[in-house]
């Protein structure tokens, strides 16, 4: 049961005395403000949970239920569209009903739907569960990023949305450790084991949830308003996120960049395999390069980011840098051992540092762009755009660069690069939209 305490506000702890040596580093681990320290413990369980599943779930599939690994990666995929489809819907039901409560159903459902996975026997079965489970997964998205908007004020949005995004990578980080022990064992029920921890984390997530505080005003629905008006003081603005034309180009300018995970999580692996004469050891230093500096970064990569003509230019630089990152990526190719690990090393310090600052300019935009009072719709839109970029990722690297070689990485680059100099453009257009008087 929730506390009248526990449904207020937590203001931000006053600053602590200096600390004692052996309480430094504790202090520099957690974050000062409460509320973020809450959505952190949060999000530490939840992930640890994630990379757990996804170290042994495809493995789970084909070795335990011996299903074939084209049958899997169909599945996988109509269970990713479901889940672009379902993104937008959960945004607008945080509107509607409430962002905890939608948030508390969802995650719910998530860890049944996740426990079934060890009664499945036949294919049909396990394509509707993966399409009914990542559906709830993409919308339980969208909500979590409207409960960042609400629980937390404007000016800390993105530098706790980054904060936490740290603590993921470290969370997913130790979840697929701990699934290495499954991996040895190679059965079932170890696999099985895996996820049924996976699944309890979601209701270790549920019982956390209602300790986040939100602020009343930021989760009351707002009275309608008529299309083309506003309140007084504020230029018309659109009803509909899909009708707010300049945060839809946004949006498909950030899915572009998206696209990114493709290139570090399928197409450098498999171009540093096929096409270079690097060892394939170097495949796990490179994902941990990224992971590093994720961690490291991300959260020093928000500073500055709090205008919206700067947000743009972080994620132009962003940009510029994943285009990099293609560029040298495909010089690997002919080039003797040492030497491509050393390029394909710096290909991925490229990636990690455009990866950290096009997140923190996308994820600033997002929320400065978005209607206060339709927070889950713009939310489950932008998301929507990310998950369609993460399900059509990996064809894409495939078919570009790893298909066609160094043209095909020189296409990439260009896409990544004319995605990022737009960004700043759209923003201009979406400040002129939006101006008084317009």
Same mark, same amino acid.
């Given at each position: 049961?929730?506390?009248?305490?526990?449904?207020?506000?937590?203001?931000?702890?006053?600053?602590?005395?200096?600390?004692?040596?052996?309480?430094?580093?504790?202090?520099?681990?957690?974050?000062?403000?409460?509320?973020?320290?809450?959505?952190?413990?949060?999000?530490?369980?939840?992930?640890?949970?994630?990379?757990?599943?996804?170290?042994?779930?495809?493995?789970?599939?084909?070795?335990?239920?011996?299903?074939?690994?084209?049958?899997?990666?169909?599945?996988?995929?109509?269970?990713?569209?479901?889940?672009?489809?379902?993104?937008?819907?959960?945004?607008?039901?945080?509107?509607?009903?409430?962002?905890?409560?939608?948030?508390?159903?969802?995650?719910?459902?998530?860890?049944?739907?996740?426990?079934?996975?060890?009664?499945?026997?036949?294919?049909?079965?396990?394509?509707?569960?993966?399409?009914?489970?990542?559906?709830?997964?993409?919308?339980?998205?969208?909500?979590?990023?409207?409960?960042? %908007?609400?629980?937390l004020p404007k000016q800390a949005?993105?530098?706790?949305?980054?904060?936490?995004?740290?603590?993921?990578?470290?969370?997913?980080?130790?979840?697929?450790?701990? %699934?290495?022990?499954?991996?040895?064992?190679?059965?079932?029920?170890?696999?099985?084991?895996?996820?049924?921890?996976?699944?309890?984390?979601?209701?270790?997530?549920?019982?956390?949830?209602?300790?986040?505080?939100?602020?009343?005003?930021?989760?009351?629905?707002?009275?309608?308003?008529?299309?083309?008006?506003?309140?007084?003081?504020?230029?018309?603005?659109?009803?509909?996120?899909?009708?707010?034309?300049?945060?839809?180009?946004?949006?498909?300018?950030?899915?572009?960049?998206?696209?990114?995970?493709?290139?570090?999580?399928?197409?450098?692996?498999?171009?540093?395999?096929?096409?270079?004469?690097?060892?394939?050891?170097?495949?796990?230093?490179?994902?941990?390069?990224?992971?590093?500096l994720v961690v490291l970064l991300?959260?020093?990569?928000?500073?500055?980011?709090?205008?919206?003509?700067?947000?743009?230019?972080?994620?132009?630089?962003?940009?510029?840098?994943?285009?990099?990152?293609?560029?040298?990526?495909?010089?690997?190719?002919?080039? %003797? %051992?040492?030497?491509?690990?050393?390029?394909?090393?710096?290909?991925?310090?490229?990636?990690?540092?455009?990866?950290?600052?096009?997140?923190?300019?996308?994820?600033?935009?997002?929320?400065?762009?978005?209607?206060?009072?339709?927070?889950?719709?713009?939310?489950?839109?932008?998301?929507?755009?990310?998950?369609?970029?993460?399900?059509?990722?990996?064809?894409?690297?495939?078919?570009?660069?790893?298909?066609?070689?160094?043209?095909?990485?020189?296409?990439?680059?260009?896409l990544f690069a004319v995605a990022?100099?737009?960004?700043?453009?759209?923003?201009?257009?979406?400040?002129?939209?939006?101006?008084?008087?317009?």
């Open positions: 049961m929730t506390t009248p305490a526990a449904t207020q506000p937590v203001p931000p702890s006053p600053a602590p005395p200096d600390p004692p040596a052996a309480g430094t580093r504790r202090s520099r681990l957690l974050h000062p403000d409460p509320v973020i320290r809450r959505l952190a413990w949060l999000t530490l369980v939840n992930a640890f949970g994630n990379g757990l599943f996804m170290t042994v779930g495809v493995l789970f599939f084909t070795r335990a239920l011996h299903f074939s690994a084209a049958g899997v990666g169909l599945g996988l995929t109509l269970a990713g569209l479901c889940g672009v489809l379902a993104s937008m819907p959960g945004g607008r039901a945080a509107d509607r009903w409430g962002t905890k409560p939608v948030l508390m159903a969802l995650v719910i459902a998530e860890g049944a739907g996740m426990a079934c996975y060890g009664l499945v026997h036949s294919f049909p079965v396990f394509v509707l569960l993966a399409c009914l489970v990542t559906a709830v997964d993409r919308a339980s998205s969208a909500v979590r990023n409207t409960l960042y %908007a609400q629980a949005r993105v530098e706790g949305r980054a904060y936490l995004r740290a603590v993921t990578n470290v969370a997913i980080g130790a979840g697929a450790s701990l %699934a290495a022990l499954a991996l040895q064992a190679d059965s079932r029920q170890a696999y099985v084991t895996a996820i049924l921890v996976d699944a309890a984390t979601f209701a270790a997530v549920a019982v956390m949830l209602p300790s986040i505080p939100i602020p009343p005003a930021a989760g009351r629905a707002p009275a309608p308003v008529a299309a083309g008006t506003g309140r007084a003081g504020e230029p018309p603005r659109p009803r509909s996120a899909l009708r707010d034309l300049p945060f839809l180009v946004v949006t498909v300018l950030n899915s572009v960049l998206t696209l990114q995970f493709g290139v570090i999580e399928v197409g450098m692996p498999l171009w540093l395999v096929q096409s270079t004469h690097a060892p394939r050891v170097l495949v796990a230093p490179l994902l941990i390069v990224n992971t590093v991300q959260v020093r990569a928000t500073r500055g980011t709090g205008e919206l003509r700067a947000a743009a230019v972080a994620f132009r630089r962003g940009a510029l840098l994943v285009a990099a990152c293609c560029l040298v990526a495909a010089t690997a190719h002919g080039l %003797a %051992a040492t030497a491509a690990c050393l390029v394909l090393l710096a290909a991925a310090v490229l990636q990690s540092l455009g990866e950290v600052l096009s997140q923190a300019g996308g994820w600033a935009l997002s929320y400065a762009l978005a209607r206060e009072e339709a927070m889950g719709a713009y939310q489950g839109l932008f998301n929507a755009g990310s998950a369609a970029a993460m399900m059509l990722g990996p064809g894409l690297v495939t078919v570009t660069a790893l298909d066609h070689g160094l043209a095909g990485w020189a296409l990439l680059a260009a990022g100099a737009a960004m700043p453009f759209a923003v201009r257009w979406t400040e002129r939209r939006h101006a008084p008087g317009v």
